[in-house]
């Protein structure tokens, strides 16, 4: 299979929501994943204070996965606090936020693919530190971000109550 990444719109907003909650549906050990819904996701592609891409199969066109990455600010939710961030580093902070692929697509490094375009972006608006959580029995995940140039900065109660690693990278 041949993939293209585009760049999410504003009206993916359900798109996204629909994969996430089949992913989630699908998953066997639910609490590795907190599945974002679709007034979340609109809120993000909206304002400005996310990014979406998603992967699209090139022979049958269709979506087999998504990622979102967010800009919190100085909004309570910032892992940056979690990690002792200064003022000025919260400022420069994305998160990795959520990524989603079928089943039927996976295996392919698209969860590779979608965040290494959104790091590209983020790069080029400014953002330094890049931070993401994951489960720390989801292997998969966990091993990916880790090839990509994370490192485990923390390990926290997040979501209400789930064990997460929190990951940062810089760049």
């Not at 992913?23 to 974002?36: L, S």
């Not at 600010?73 to 998160?95: K, P």
């Not at 972006?121 to 880790?146: A, F, M, W």
């Not at 923390?154 to 929190?166: C, F, H, M, V």
Request: net charge negative.
């Amino acid at each position: 299979m041949d993939f293209i990444i585009e760049k999410a719109l504003p009206s993916d907003y359900q798109l996204f929501a629909d994969i996430i909650q089949s992913v989630w549906e699908g998953m066997p050990q639910k609490e590795w994943f907190m599945a974002d819904n679709a007034e979340y996701t609109y809120k993000m592609l909206t304002s400005g204070r996310g990014v979406g891409y998603k992967a699209i199969e090139i022979t049958t066109n269709k979506v087999a996965g998504t990622f979102m990455a967010t800009i919190p600010g100085l909004e309570e939710d910032n892992l940056g606090y979690d990690i002792g961030f200064s003022r000025e580093q919260l400022l420069l902070t994305a998160h990795m936020d959520s990524v989603a692929i079928l089943p039927l697509y996976r295996g392919q490094k698209l969860q590779y693919h979608l965040m290494q375009e959104a790091e590209q972006e983020l790069k080029q608006r400014g953002i330094h530190y890049l931070l993401c959580t994951v489960h720390p029995d989801n292997h998969y995940s966990r091993n990916n971000i880790l090839r990509q140039g994370y490192h485990v900065v923390a390990q926290k109660e997040k979501y209400g109550g789930n064990i997460r690693d929190i990951l940062m990278k810089q760049i």
